[in-house]
């Protein structure tokens, strides 16, 4: 029996409504809709993005807790450097990143020699210090208590021996880090060592949103941070406190920077008593500031430190 032939199978051709659009040149004026090319949007100019995130922060106060970190090299031109410091700026700044940048240069090394003779004479490890100045306006920061990483927020203050201040305050955090002794950069002790020591370097440059002293002044009742340390470096309450005690040993006291340090201790007390052998130090301390300063009033000091009284 013959097997029965059928047709071969003709390939259905697609529908229109089936075809994808083809790219089309733009349409010139009168042309159909169908013949306009579609544009992609243009895309968002990218955020620059910091290669680091730090963790250890000295901010105003109204910065409870910002953002800072290092940025990508491609980002950044290099000033100079000395023998202990790397200096950059953020490209973006342009002029004015260049000039604080020198400023930092002309100064750095005779801070840093300023502080290692109040903390005995030592060499930090990992240096040099690698410095960016940036666009930030929040402080200045650096990775732990012992990076050498440090980011100086060009925009924090007009005043360009605060901006060099910023810088001490990170360095010496570096130097208490490898001194020990108690000083832990973390807490409120080792922040207010920090302020302390640069603002002695650099007198009357802070801001308003920098000074601490208010803070804890103005609260009702004073909270006791002489016994205790707040394990933050971020609280203004606290840090005040730590402020006016250690600028009372010094300029009150007369005890000098060196004798402070080398009798550190977990808590402000614990200094106080390695300094002094007394295990008053709230009392002592309380004494005079409840005397100049009566709890209840409002006080809007200039500086975090009000001494010698």
């Known amino acids: 029996m013959a097997r029965k032939r059928t047709a071969p199978r003709v390939k259905q051709r697609k529908s229109a409504s089936n075809k994808r ?8 004026p009168g042309a159909r809709k169908s013949e306009r090319l579609l544009v992609a949007p243009k895309p968002k100019p990218r955020a620059l ?13 109204s910065h409870r807790r910002p953002m800072m970190g290092m940025f990508h090299s491609n980002k950044i031109t290099h000033a100079g450097n000395t023998a202990h410091f790397d200096v950059s700026y953020l490209s ?23 502080l290692q003779q109040i903390f005995g004479g030592i060499t930090p490890h990992r240096l040099p210090f ?18 050498t990483d440090i980011m100086v927020g060009g925009k924090s203050s007009g005043n360009v021996d605060f901006i060099r201040s910023l810088l001490v305050a990170e360095s010496d955090e ?8 108690g000083w832990d950069c973390g807490a409120s002790p080792g922040e207010g060592l920090s302020r302390v020591l640069a603002n002695d370097l650099y007198k009357g440059v802070e801001p308003a ?28 309450e606290s840090i005040g406190c730590s402020v006016l005690f250690l ?27 390695k300094l002094t052998g007394k295990t008053t130090a709230l009392a002592d301390f309380m004494t005079i500031i409840n005397t100049h300063f009566p709890i ?10 009000p001494f010698p009284m």
């Open 174 to 181: 570096v130097f208490m880090a490898n001194f020990g002794r």
């Open 247 to 273: 600028n009372w040993l010094r300029f009150q006291l007369n005890h000098s920077w060196t004798e402070i340090v080398s009798s550190g201790g977990a808590t402000l007390a614990e200094t106080y008593n």
């Open 21 to 28: 659009p083809s790219k089309s040149r733009p349409r010139a």
């Open 49 to 61: 993005v910091r290669v680091t995130q730090h963790a250890r922060i000295t901010a105003g106060r």
């Open 92 to 114: 973006s700044l342009g002029p004015q990143g260049a000039n604080l940048a020198q400023a930092v240069l002309q100064n750095c090394e005779r801070d840093y020699a300023a």
């Open 296 to 305: 209840g009033k409002t006080y809007r000091l200039k500086t975090d430190n």
């Open 209 to 236: 949103d920098f000074v601490s002293s208010n803070v804890w002044l103005n609260l009702d009742p004073r909270p006791n941070y002489v016994d205790e340390a707040d394990p933050t470096d971020t609280n203004y």
């Open 130 to 147: 690698v410095v960016q100045i940036t666009s930030d306006s929040t402080g200045a920061s650096h990775s732990s208590c012992l990076g």
